[in-house]
Nanobody, 125 residues
């Protein structure tokens, strides 16, 4: 059974740091595209970052480039999103996403095969 379980969300101050984790089961990360989307209240789900299952290349949305870092630990079958210098506009529910096919940089949630349950990140003083 395929499952993605996120953790690490919570309240963080602007300029602080937070690390999200996503543990995968039922499939191996290194053969899949894996990444993070987010959805703020009243807004559409948007792609934040991902790692290509084909060549391991990474993608970042312009809004997080230089502040967020995605990484993958194949031994732990876990993907991380390191969030540095978060801003209030980063407040959202963050979802781990995985797929056998590509979706990096396409910004299309319908291409994602597997979703986690989401973890809430709130950036506030």
């Amino acid at each position: 059974q395929v499952q993605l379980v996120e953790s690490g969300g919570g309240l963080v101050q602007p300029g602080g740091s937070l690390r999200l984790s996503c543990v995968a089961s039922g499939f191996t990360l290194d053969s899949h595209t894996i990444g993070w989307f987010r959805q703020a209240p009243g807004k559409e789900r948007e792609e934040v970052s991902c790692i290509s299952g084909t060549d391991g290349s990474t993608y970042y949305a312009d809004s997080v480039k230089g502040r967020f870092t995605i990484s993958r630990d194949n031994a732990k079958n876990t993907v991380y999103l390191q969030m540095n210098s978060p801003k209030p506009e980063d407040t959202a529910v963050y979802y781990c996403a995985g797929s056998l096919g590509p979706f990096c940089g396409l910004g299309t949630p319908s291409l994602v095969g597997y979703w986690g349950q989401g973890t809430l990140v709130t950036v506030s003083p």
